[in-house]
């Protein structure tokens, strides 16, 4: 079903032979396939054997990528509060957030400790790098200078963390999880890093009090104080959960199952070196790298920073912060229905992902217009203003909200799927 939604070359293996399907590919495709399952072990061979220990190991892979989303957007949501706290710029917010991407720089070095070590050294290296990170941003100095150093440092560790959150999980299906359930434990693991992000639009608005007016000017030393306090017990709790994790992980987390669940978990892999250059000559990979980067690399520095950029449209803190909670949880939800219902319905992925890109495109359209609320009003608010000039605070947090949480719910699904 779905096979006339891809062509004959779109459903050649990207590692395949040459750049491009050749004369009788195809047939010397399976012939090698059929080859390669015939030399493998009897108990490799047919379904494979699954254990249900697999859940548990996707469960504490997909609580380290929760802890690691909820660490990095840790500063985005309360930014207001951060800035009368600590004394950060808007620079120092976006820096913050950005030390998120600038992790996955040396993405390559942990792909190939994943490909040579597995995925028990790997999981416990990204671990401890965030224990060290989530440490680091609570040792207890006066100096304030000293101490916004140590929190870059700690989100810089953190970031480190993100390139075996984000990218390990197909590897974690593919070595404990029959073909049947790829999509769906690919899924949750990759979400639940989003949901992570989604609790911090939660939990540090909530925590976390904003200052008066939203502006550090209006703010007294006492205030200041008490807001360093409450950030302080933010970082404290989540160093907990980090450690916990990190806990777990060291007490139980192997590398692989007894025996593989299918053929392609058993199948002799390619050398990191040749894979990767073939991969970087082949026109198709780059295609498809760069419709999954560009996305997710978008939507991933605009939600980081989402309450920044609601501030002058007068949304507060905890608003903005609830706004980034629902789209993120919806997104997440509905990217693991999606994801199941790709694992029943085999060969209508390119179908699902063009009606996400379609979504996210509508999507992002309607919120980036409701922002420009002086330029034109969308037809679901017009019953709520007549002009953007008689709008006060409380009518522009309500123009904001309510479409935001269906527009970013439409772009979290498709750049997490």
């Known amino acids: 079903m779905g096979t006339g939604w891809s062509s004959e070359e779109e459903r050649q293996p990207l590692l395949g032979s040459g750049l491009g399907p050749a004369p009788g590919a195809a047939r010397r495709s399976r012939e090698a396939a059929a080859a390669a399952a015939a030399a493998l072990p009897a108990a490799a061979q047919g379904p494979g054997r699954v254990y249900g220990r697999r859940w548990l190991v996707l469960l504490l ?7 690691q989303g909820l660490v990095w957007n840790t500063w985005g949501p309360i930014q207001n509060s951060a800035r009368q706290a600590y004394g950060f710029s808007s620079w120092d917010i976006a820096l913050l957030v950005l030390w998120g991407p600038i992790g996955f720089l040396p993405c390559f070095a942990f792909m190939w400790l994943l490909d040579k070590r597995g995925l028990r050294i790997t999981v416990l290296l990204t671990s401890f790098l965030m224990v060290l990170g989530a440490g680091l941003r609570c040792i207890p100095i006066s100096d304030l200078m000293l101490k916004r150093r140590l929190i870059h440092g700690g989100q810089m560790l953190n970031g480190l963390a993100g390139p075996t959150v984000t990218n390990a999980a197909p590897f974690l299906s593919t070595t404990w999880f029959s073909a049947d359930e790829r999509a769906t434990a690919t899924a949750i693991a990759s979400m639940l890093t989003y949901l992570g992000g989604a609790c911090a ?15 550090p000017l209006l703010a007294s030393e006492n205030s200041r104080a008490h807001i360093r306090d409450r950030i302080e017990n933010v970082l404290y709790a989540e160093f907990g959960v980090v450690c916990l994790l990190f806990s777990a992980t060291l007490a139980y987390f192997p590398p692989r199952p007894p025996l593989p669940p299918s053929v392609a978990a058993a199948s002799q892999r390619l050398s990191y070196r040749q894979s990767f250059c073939r991969l970087l000559s082949n026109l198709r990979f780059l295609m498809i790298a760069l419709a999954y980067a560009i996305p997710i690399g978008v939507f991933a520095g605009w939600s980081g920073v989402l309450d920044l950029i609601l501030t002058p449209v007068h949304v507060s803190q905890v608003d903005a912060g609830w706004i980034g909670f629902w789209s993120l949880v919806g997104g997440c939800v509905v990217g693991i229905a999606m994801a199941r219902f790709a694992d029943f319905i085999r060969g209508m992925l390119k179908l699902i992902l063009l009606l996400l890109f379609s979504g996210a495109t509508l999507s992002s359209t309607w919120f980036t217009l409701t922002c420009l609320n002086s330029i034109t009003h969308l037809p679901l608010t017009t019953d709520i203003c007549t002009s953007d000039c008689n709008l006060n605070t409380s009518q522009k947090r309500e123009h904001i909200t309510s479409p935001s949480l269906v527009s970013s719910g439409f772009g979290e699904i498709l750049f997490s799927y």
Do not use: D, E, Q, Y
Request: net charge neutral.
């Open 61 to 67: 892979f997909s609580l380290l990528g929760f802890a």
């Open 201 to 215: 639009f939660l939990v540090g608005p909530l925590l976390v009090p904003a200052p008066n007016g939203t502006s």
